[in-house]
């Protein structure tokens, strides 16, 4: 089975741009979540999608977006960008089972100037 | 409120020695628990889990972990390192009906020297 896939694995933009992640979780997994990894803060959770609706969400702030397909895929989006928002950009999927556990992607270096 | 605290962000093993990296966390209802790994410019990768049972956790790579509910802790051992346990290493924390929320640790880098 493929793994999580993430891309673009690399992104370079400027500040006041807008930015879209994309995420392809494992077939078959439902929930898709999106976390923020950086030096400074560490793992920190942005949201999670499950069956296209939004189940958690994480204390950011309105620029950071995102939305679920109906074939599961994910895209986070992050508008107006600020040197801050600089960070690996994880993306987990899940089958949703009581477990809760996660597979998580590559990640998405991005990069604010 | 869940939260996790990790004890030692850098620890320095020689290699063949016992792994010990250590986790406390907090949760006012029934903890899952979790250990990750990440390697240099890669995701994480899960080495082992707890959730409900057995205590005592076997996971991948050798290692395992215990969860002690009195002590509130949950730390990852292994008896004999290997240089390619050199990575970073998280533990995590969620809750039944928490959804896939995971709260993390701030990471221990460990080290395996010669």
């Known amino acids: 089975k493929a793994g999580v896939t993430q891309t673009p694995r690399y992104l370079i933009k400027t500040r006041g741009q807008q930015v879209t992640l994309s995420c392809s979780p494992i077939s078959g997994h439902r929930s898709v979540s999106w976390y923020q990894q950086t030096p400074g803060q560490g793992l920190q959770f942005l949201f999670e999608?499950?069956?296209?609706?939004?189940?958690n969400k994480g204390n950011f702030p309105g620029r950071f977006s995102g939305r679920q397909f109906s074939n599961s895929r994910s895209e986070m989006n992050v508008s107006t960008l600020e040197l801050g928002d600089s960070a690996l950009y994880l993306c987990?999927?899940?089958?949703?089972?009581?477990?809760?556990?996660?597979?998580f992607g590559p990640g998405t270096r991005l990069t604010v100037l | 409120a869940q939260s996790v605290t990790q004890l030692g962000s850098h620890v320095s093993v020689s290699e063949g020695a016992l792994v010990l990296l250590r986790c406390n966390y907090s949760?006012?209802?029934?903890?899952?628990l979790f250990w990750y790994v990440q390697y240099p410019n890669q995701g994480l990768q899960l080495l082992l889990k707890?959730?409900?049972?057995?205590?005592l956790v076997k996971g991948i790579n050798g290692f395992e972990a215990e969860f002690k509910k009195s002590e509130t802790s949950f730390h990852l051992t292994k008896p004999s390192a290997h240089m390619s346990d050199a990575a970073e290493y998280f533990c995590a924390v969620t809750f039944t009906g928490g959804g896939n929320k995971l709260t993390f640790g701030t990471g221990t880098q460990l080290k395996v020297e010669l």
């Open positions: 987990a999927s899940s089958p949703a089972t009581v477990s809760n556990e996660q597979f």
């Open positions: 999608y499950f069956s296209e609706t939004q189940r």
């Open positions: 707890y959730t409900t049972g057995a205590t």
């Open positions: 949760s006012s209802v029934p903890p899952y």
